[in-house]
């Protein structure tokens, strides 16, 4: 099975690295060689919810922890993943991902942002990746078959978010702008091996 995930993760970096150099019918065709590999081999999460972690300081760019401000969307977002019908269709998240520091005392903005979250469900948070590796989390995520038909929850870094949801399925992501907090993408996946991404705003905090 080795053999099989690092084959799997061959594939969706080759396909990341070259898709912006192809034409659209080259990058459907890259699209479909992820999703049939993965849905012959692997069982599929029924969604996984994206978000940017919470806001950072506004003084300077040094700081490695949430904002106050992105404290409190830390807290919102407990009863937001937990009650909200459009994030809980598919029951509670059974795992949350946060992305690691890319270097010794780097940010650790997604975990504080995924930590209420954790601390009220007595869920750990995984943070065996870092920014860079989305072809390993995309990987981990569509081989555990504990994840099949559940709800994954993931915090990552603005700048990677498309390539994340391309690992994970997406053929033609958008971009998320620099100034956004509040939005979630849920990417649902189905039987026949498609998957969609849908933009949901959180609104849960004055100004969002």
């Known amino acids: ?21 192809v034409d ?3 990058r459907q065709f890259l699209l479909l060689l992820v999703l049939f590999f993965s849905s012959h081999v692997w069982s599929m ?3 996984i919810l994206i978000i940017r972690h919470g806001e950072k300081p506004t003084v300077g760019d040094e700081g490695i922890h949430l904002s106050p401000r992105g404290q409190q969307r830390a807290e919102a977002l407990v009863d ?20 690691s520091a890319k270097k010794q005392n780097g940010s650790v903005r997604p975990y504080e942002t995924l930590l209420p979250l954790s601390e009220k469900m007595n869920l750990q948070i995984i943070r065996s990746f870092k920014s860079g ?29 498309p390539l994340l949801a391309q690992a994970l399925g997406i053929a033609a992501p958008p971009k998320w702008a620099s100034p956004v907090f509040n939005q979630v993408w849920k990417i649902e996946y189905y039987e026949n091996g498609k998957s969609i991404l849908k933009e949901i705003p959180q609104n849960l905090l004055p100004g969002d």
């Open 45 to 47: 999460p029924a969604q």
């Open 1 to 21: 099975m080795a053999l099989v995930d690092d084959l799997y993760a061959l594939i969706v970096q080759f396909s990341i690295k070259i898709y912006v150099e």
């Open 133 to 161: 590796d989305e072809a390993q989390i995309a990987t981990e995520i569509l081989n555990n078959p504990q994840y099949d038909g559940k709800n994954i929850v993931i915090c990552w870094v603005r700048d990677e978010l």
């Open 80 to 99: 937001f993943f937990l009650y909200h019908p459009k994030m809980n269709q598919m029951g509670v998240p059974v795992a949350l991902f946060a992305a």
């Open 24 to 26: 659209s019918c080259m």
